[in-house]
Nanobody, 124 residues
Framework: QVQLVESGGRLVQAGGSLRLSCVASGRTIDRFVMGWFRQAPGKEREFVAARTGSGRDTYYSTSARGRFTISRDNARSMVFLQMDSLKPEDTAVYYC?????????????????WGQGTQVTVSS
C-alpha cells in the first residue's frame, strides 16, 4: 500500500505560480510512475502530468505543457508540480497518483493509489 498526501493548493491570481507537493509513505515510489490529475466541478478527472520512476520520461497534457513541470525526489518519496502562468481554467482539485507500471499511462483507471487532493483556485 502507498499513502499519498498532497499539499500546496491555495487561492492565487491569474498569471501567478504555485508548487504542489505530494509525499508518499508505505512503500518506496521509485518503481512507480507518479502522476498529477485534476478535477474541476462538474467535470471528469483529467490527466495533467506524469513522470516515470527513473525520472527520465515525462508527459504533459496539452493544457499543462509549457506551463507546468513535474519533478520527483525518490529519496524523499516526494513528487512536485510546479505550475506557472496559471489561468482561471486551471481551477480544480489536484490529485497525486501512483501507477505500478514502467511507462506513462494517462488514464486515471490505471493508477493504483490516490491522494485526497488539494484545492487550487485561480482568480481572474
Amino acid at each position: 500500500q502507498v499513502q499519498l498526501v498532497e499539499s500546496g493548493g491555495r487561492l492565487v491570481q491569474a498569471g501567478g505560480s504555485l508548487r504542489l507537493s505530494c509525499v508518499a509513505s508505505g512503500r518506496t515510489i521509485d518503481r512507480f510512475v507518479m502522476g498529477w490529475f485534476r478535477q474541476a466541478p462538474g467535470k471528469e478527472r483529467e490527466f495533467v502530468a506524469a513522470r516515470t520512476g527513473s525520472g527520465r520520461d515525462t508527459y504533459y497534457s496539452t493544457s499543462a505543457r509549457g506551463r507546468f513541470t513535474i519533478s520527483r525526489d525518490n529519496a524523499r518519496s516526494m513528487v512536485f508540480l510546479q505550475m506557472d502562468s496559471l489561468k482561471p481554467e486551471d481551477t480544480a482539485v489536484y490529485y497525486c497518483a501512483a501507477d505500478d507500471f514502467t511507462a506513462i499511462r494517462v488514464g486515471a483507471g490505471y493508477y493504483d493509489y490516490w491522494g485526497q487532493g488539494t484545492q487550487v483556485t485561480v482568480s481572474s
